[in-house]
């Protein structure tokens, strides 16, 4: 039996947000630290541990500028939105698709115009996938946010 699986596109592994807010709250809590040491402690030994934990808190403002910088592009527009996945897995006479498409059941919509399986879903979900070949609709199924689209090899174009 020939069978192939195809993926999709995998989806960009940006930091979260949480990672984000966590390294600001450092940042902060280094910088109070600081601000003690300096008024606490005198002479040689408050300047040693000042400069360290001004050492520290250059490294962390330098790791939030990088998470900035990944999160955002210089147009403004967060690039942490993953991209769609799904599967497409070929076999002889059938290609089996099976991807996250948003609900409810009621808004789902699969249509086919030749080599083109468009699909539709909640919350303004609309996707194209581009088929190995030309193919006839047998069945769809969605359950739990999980959409299988069967497919068959079209008899006419044999």
């Given at each position: 039996m020939d069978f192939k699986i195809m993926r999709g596109k995998p989806g960009n592994e940006?930091?979260?947000?949480?990672?984000?807010?966590?390294?600001i709250i450092g940042v902060?809590?280094?910088?109070?630290?600081?601000?003690?040491?300096?008024?606490?402690?005198?002479g040689l030994l408050g300047i040693i541990l000042a400069?360290?934990?001004?050492?520290?808190?250059?490294y962390w403002l330098r790791?939030?500028?990088?998470?900035?910088?990944?999160?955002?592009?210089?147009d403004?527009?967060?690039?942490?939105?993953?991209e769609?996945?799904?599967?497409?897995?070929?076999?002889?006479?059938?290609?089996t698709l099976v991807a996250d498409v948003p609900g409810p059941e009621e808004e789902?919509?699969?249509?086919?115009?030749g080599e083109k399986l468009e699909i539709r879903g909640g919350n303004n979900f609309f996707k194209t996938v581009t088929l190995p070949k030309i193919l006839n609709?047998?069945?769809?199924?969605?359950?739990?946010?999980?959409?299988?689209?069967k497919l068959k090899r079209d008899a006419s174009k044999k």
């Open positions: 940006a930091p979260s947000t949480i990672m984000l807010a966590v390294l902060i809590v280094i910088g109070v630290i600081l601000m003690l040491l300096v008024r606490v402690q005198r400069a360290l934990a001004s050492g520290l808190l250059i790791e939030v500028r990088n998470i900035v910088k990944q999160e955002f592009s210089s403004g527009v967060s690039r942490s939105k993953p769609w996945n799904y599967d497409l897995m070929e076999m002889k006479d059938e290609v789902i919509k699969v249509e086919l115009e609709i047998l069945n769809t199924n969605y359950l739990n946010g999980v959409l299988e689209v």
